[in-house]
């Protein structure tokens, strides 16, 4: 084992340094969050169930129209795209995870739902202006994106909304952030989430606080001495930061709820 190579691995890095490694589109590690993803139980990949289940009411209750045209991006499996095309609205999933559309797609197919699924990036998405009632973005998901990848986005989806549309998004507040670096860890397996073989795994995280983000980090090494690197650059903002961001790009009318869902959740 190359110790020193480990060690350079787990340097802290400049901020929004890249991995070397992406973790959503791997083939194996996919698998592994497609799992996780549909596991009921855990708050990981997705929130449990019936957390899923209140959150699309809760977004549902905020319009008073019967009939959406809804863009989830990052929508994952489908998990709230079909629920709420079981309500009778028209949904767009987009995800570029291939094991996850190819999932949703096929649980639409079987279940005659109203949803049409996109495999890309949604940084990269182009569809036409003025088409959904409603964009949504769960699951801090607006978080993990640098700022110039944020200023994308929300120009486009300003485009895709309806002059009255609604764009829903989740996010973690600024509050405590040292208590949210969490400790080191790691892991040794002949064969689990990172690798279907032997593997070393180091995490840890690192406070960039002028910034406000946290870095995520997990260095995986196999046998062979290989070393990949993920990392997950995950913001936190303030009511100001999100309001100085979201008129910028002419979104107004806006208001921010914390504690949506009952406690537990």
């Not at 289940?53 to 959406?68: F, G, H, P, S, Y």
């Not at 700022?147 to 895709?160: A, N, T």
């Amino acid at each position: 084992m190359n110790i020193n190579k480990i060690v350079q691995s787990v340097k802290r890095p400049a901020l929004y340094e890249p991995g070397t490694a992406q973790m959503w589109t791997d083939e194996y590690i996919s698998k592994q969050l497609l799992n996780i993803h549909l596991n009921p139980e855990v708050d990981l990949a997705s929130r449990k169930m019936k957390t899923i289940e209140r959150t699309v009411d809760w977004i549902l209750a905020q319009t008073d129209k019967k009939r959406l045209d809804i863009l989830d991006l990052g929508c994952g499996p489908g998990l709230y795209a079909e629920k709420m095309a079981r309500k009778g609205h028209r949904v767009t999933g987009v995800d570029f995870s291939g094991e996850s559309i190819d999932y949703a797609g096929n649980r639409a197919k079987e279940n005659n739902l109203d949803i049409a699924y996109i495999k890309e990036n949604y940084l990269h998405l182009e569809l036409e202006e003025n088409r959904f009632d409603l964009v949504i973005l769960i699951y801090a998901d607006f978080g993990v994106l640098r700022p110039e990848e944020r200023e994308k986005l929300l120009l486009r989806i300003h485009k895709y909304l309806k002059p009255e549309g609604l764009f829903i998004f989740d996010v973690l507040n600024d509050k405590d952030m040292e208590k949210k670096t969490g400790p080191k860890g790691w892991e040794v397996s002949e064969k689990g989430f990172w690798k279907d073989r032997p593997y070393l795994a180091l995490s840890d995280a690192y406070l960039y606080r002028e910034e406000k983000v946290i870095l995520y980090q997990h260095a995986v090494m196999d046998e062979l001495d290989n070393v990949e690197i993920y990392r997950f650059w995950t913001h936190f903002f303030s009511h100001t930061d999100l309001t100085g961001m979201l008129e910028k790009y002419a979104f107004h009318k806006l208001s921010y709820s914390e504690d949506v869902l009952p406690e537990g959740d």
